[in-house]
């Protein structure tokens, strides 16, 4: 069993996404450009 948990920032910039499997947790953190993420 696991769980995502996601959090955004106040200006809505970045969005940051906590993943737990069960065992172990992963941090994703995103950068946003107008509220869209951006290209690579």
């Known amino acids: 069993m ?3 948990f996601g959090f ?4 809505a910039d970045r969005v940051k996404l906590l993943w737990w499997d069960g065992q ?3 941090l994703f ?3 946003l450009v ?3 993420p ?3």
Do not use: M, P, V
């Open 8 to 11: 955004r920032e106040k200006r």
């Open 24 to 26: 172990t947790f992963c």
């Open 34 to 36: 107008h509220s869209r």
């Open 38 to 40: 951006l290209s690579s």
């Open 2 to 4: 696991g769980a995502i």
């Open 29 to 31: 953190n995103k950068y």
